[in-house]
C-alpha cells in the first residue's frame, strides 16, 4: 500500500462501526458517535439513506459477520484497557495503525497517555475529517506517521514521549494480515524488548483457508479478492494453535491467550437475534509480557 494514500480497508472499519449504530438496536455492542463523519462522503450519503443502504446491503450481506467482528473487536479491546486502567492510575494506550479509531475523542480519562501510529495518508485523511467536524485535538493524543514494514517503533514513540516505563497497551487491530510473518515478528519482538512486565499488546489474525469449510471459504475468498483490488491484499494467516509458535520466536511474551469467534459471540452476543453472527476467520489474541 502507497503510505500517501488513505486506508480503504480502514474505511470499512468506520463504515461497519456507523452502521452498527444506525441498523442495530439498543442496547449497542459499541458506541462510536464519530463513526459517521469519520467515512467518506460517499459512504455517508448512503449510510443516512435507508433505502440505498438497503440495496447495497443486499449486494455485501455477505460481509456482514466480518463487519460485525470490527465492531466486537473495538469493544473487545477498550474492555481490556478499561480493566488494565483500574488496576493501575496511569497507563499508555498505542494504537498501530490507528486507521478511524475515535477512542481517543471518545475518552475522558487523563490517565491515559495515547499515541496513534499510521501512515501519513492515513493520517492526514483523518485529520481533516475531524477539523470539519470541529474536534480539537485532545492534549493526552500523539498522532505520529509510521510505516511498519521499514520504521523503527521504539526511536519513533520515545521521540514523541512515549514513557517505556510506564504499563502499557498495544492495539495492533487490523494490521498483522497485511503484513509479512517477519514484519509481524519483528514488531512483536521490538515491542516486547522495551516494555515493561505486565505491558500487552492485542491484534486479530485470520485463520489459513485449510481450517475452513467450504462455505466459508468462499466468504473468505470474497474478502480477500475485495482488499486486494483496493490495494491492500492480505498475506499473512496463522493457525490458533500454532501462532504462538511461529510468531513469538523470542519467548518474550509469557501471557499468550487466543480468543474465538465463539468466544467473542458467547460474551456480546449471546441469544440476540438481530446481530449477525461471527465467521470464524478472525480470531483476537491478547499477548502479555
Request: no cysteine; proline share 4%.
Amino acid at each position: 500500500m502507497n503510505p500517501k494514500k488513505r486506508s480503504k480497508t480502514a474505511e470499512i472499519v468506520a463504515v461497519s462501526r456507523a452502521r452498527h449504530l444506525l441498523r442495530y438496536s439498543s442496547p449497542h455492542i459499541f458506541n462510536d458517535p464519530y463513526a459517521i463523519n469519520l467515512v467518506g462522503s460517499k459512504w455517508r450519503f448512503i449510510l443516512k439513506n435507508n433505502v440505498l443502504d438497503k440495496f447495497i446491503s443486499n449486494k455485501l450481506s455477505h460481509f456482514f459477520p466480518i463487519m460485525m467482528q470490527h465492531v466486537i473487536r473495538a469493544r473487545y479491546v477498550e474492555d481490556e484497557l478499561e480493566k488494565m486502567q483500574k488496576e493501575n492510575k496511569e497507563i499508555q494506550y498505542v494504537l498501530l495503525g490507528a486507521g478511524y479509531d475515535s477512542f481517543a475523542y471518545r475518552n475522558k480519562n487523563k490517565n491515559i497517555k495515547i499515541f496513534e501510529l499510521d501512515l501519513a495518508g492515513s493520517i492526514k485523511s483523518k485529520q481533516e475529517k475531524i477539523k470539519k467536524i470541529g474536534v480539537e485535538t485532545p492534549k493526552n493524543l500523539k498522532v505520529i506517521p509510521f510505516n511498519f514494514e521499514m520504521g523503527n517503533l521504539q526511536n519513533t514513540i520515545e521521540k514523541n514521549g512515549f514513557d517505556r516505563n510506564k504499563l502499557t497497551m498495544f492495539n495492533w487491530m487490523g494490521v498483522s494480515y497485511y503484513l509479512s510473518t517477519p514484519a509481524i515478528i519483528k514488531t512483536l519482538n521490538e515491542i516486547g524488548k522495551f516494555v515493561i512486565e505486565g505491558s500487552q499488546i492485542i491484534f486479530d489474525f485470520t485463520i489459513p483457508k485449510t481450517l475452513l469449510t467450504i462455505k466459508e471459504k468462499e466468504v473468505f475468498t470474497k474478502m480477500l479478492d475485495w482488499v486486494e483490488k483496493r490495494g491492500e491484499p492480505m498475506i499473512s494467516h496463522f493457525d490458533p494453535k500454532k501462532i504462538e509458535e511461529k510468531l513469538n520466536t523470542n519467548s518474550i511474551w509469557k501471557k499468550t491467550k487466543n480468543v474465538s469467534p465463539s468466544e467473542l459471540m458467547k460474551k456480546y452476543i449471546g441469544k440476540r437475534n438481530d446481530l449477525p453472527k461471527l465467521t470464524p476467520l478472525l480470531w483476537i489474541a491478547l499477548w502479555e509480557k
